[in-house]
């Protein structure tokens, strides 16, 4: 990879979304309703002492869960339509390399999730009192490492897709597993083997994983920064497999 190419790269997605106003909306705004709609929810629910809230425990979760669904769904039609619209075969036409173009699309939407990260954070610390034990700063790099690898997937993903609404089948395929056997709803240790077995495979695991660890201790913890170089290692692998499998337009 060149990195005065990368950096051109990134520098002409980021402006690409800067100027699509539906898709900002969508990574800023809807994250924050989202949460909302989770805090009235459970506003009212029991808390027993000495537990967290539900909404400190579900809405931690959320704020890496929502980067990861948003960011798949975006970028794996995004480079869907740069296939389709013949954009991608003109851009691989010049030095531009496939690691190049995917490794851009990494960057600029993990800035993007930079971005949208710190704006839910900022609503559910300081609007909506989530209170968990580690730092904000924390939360929102595993939220921004789990948007990235949403990113990574659907790049991966949108390789075998023919058309946007093929793409958007991928969701239940690739996101919901992994939302059901993260952990989020049944404990891993309380699953069937089968499933825990599953789980351990899903990137998404690790993720919410480190983010309980956040949740329940003061410092950043070994566990947690395993499991944040298990998703990052899942980001470089998705990317590369990507790379691999792109074609430069569909059929």
Known sequence: MSPRILASTTKRILAQLRHDHRTVGLLVVVPVL?????????????TPPGQPSTFDRI????????PFTIMFLITSIAMLRERTTGTLER????????????????????LAAAIQASVAAGVAYWLY?????????????????????????????????RTEFQAVQFMPIVVLPQLLLCGLFVARDQMAGWLQA???V???????????????????????????????????????LAAA???????
């Open 34 to 46: 989202l949460l909302t709609l989770i805090y009235f929810m459970f506003e009212n629910q029991p």
């Open 59 to 66: 809405g931690l979760i959320m704020l890496g869960v929502f």
């Open 129 to 161: 009192g989530l209170d968990t034990a580690g730092g904000t700063g924390l939360v929102v790099l595993i939220a921004v490492a789990n948007a990235v690898l949403g990113v990574a997937l659907g790049l991966l993903c949108s390789a075998f897709a």
């Open 198 to 200: 599953l789980s351990n």
């Open 91 to 110: 851009l691989l036409t010049t030095p531009l390399g496939k690691l190049d173009l995917l490794f851009g699309y990494g960057i600029a939407f993990g």
């Open 245 to 251: 499998t792109l074609r430069r337009r569909t059929a």
């Open 202 to 240: 899903m990137p998404m695991t690790y993720a919410v994983e480190a983010l309980q660890e956040v949740g329940a201790h003061p410092e950043a913890t070994a566990t947690m920064w395993k499991d944040l170089a298990i998703v990052l290692g899942c980001v470089v692998l998705a990317l590369v």
